[in-house]
């Protein structure tokens, strides 16, 4: 069955300090992997996504992404946090199987300290 | 290009009523997928809708329901409200073409008093 990880609920970095935000996915074949962002109360904003070509993913405010097929990892980067950037994450997943579905992990919460 | 909206912004109902949650797609997707994201629950697929007709669904009772109008906008209605069902309600359309994509609305914050 298909699965999303994400190991971390929560992760605090300073301001200016780099973020790394791991997901681990289970599923057969080459999925689509996504990335999204969600302030307090709002809705889903898409970062980046991946399907095929260049495992390294440039998404909007800077963020990257790495797709490793060897550790089933689609991990978030990003050099320079800044405050703006603390929300929840949630990595997730396409599948194709008789129509589109989405598998979203649990999401890391991001905050970021001064 | 408008993305996708959801109305009202916030909806507050008593236990027993009946709640109607509103979705329009991005103009040219013609798939809605509903999710109710509860308080340290993470994003529940409730419904998917495409074309008309009711695709998929979640692990919800009968009384979460919902449609889709011939213009591709779908409504989410909950029946015999419980505290439970107070949640932040997304609505997703599907994006299709090299990768499909869901895109979301801001939701519809449903309280239960």
Known sequence: ?114 | EAGVTQSPTHLIKTRGQQATLRCSPISGHTSVYWYQQALGLGLQFLLWYDEGEERNRGNFPPRFSGRQFPNYSSELNVNALELEDSALYLCASLGQGVADTQYFGPGTRLTVL
């Open chain 1, 1 to 114: 069955a298909q699965s999303v990880t994400q190991p971390d609920i929560h992760i605090t970095v300073s301001e200016g300090a780099s973020l790394e935000l791991r997901c681990n996915y289970s599923y057969g074949a080459t999925p689509y992997l996504f990335w999204y962002v969600q302030s307090p109360g709002q809705g889903l904003q898409l970062l980046l996504k991946y399907f095929s070509g260049d495992t390294l993913v440039q998404g909007i405010k800077g963020f990257e992404a790495e797709f490793k097929r060897s550790q089933s990892s689609f991990n978030l980067r990003k050099p320079s946090v800044h405050w703006s950037d603390a929300a929840e994450y949630f990595c997730a997943v396409g599948v194709r199987t008789g129509g589109f579905k989405t598998i979203f992990g649990a999401g890391t919460r991001l905050f970021v300290k001064a």
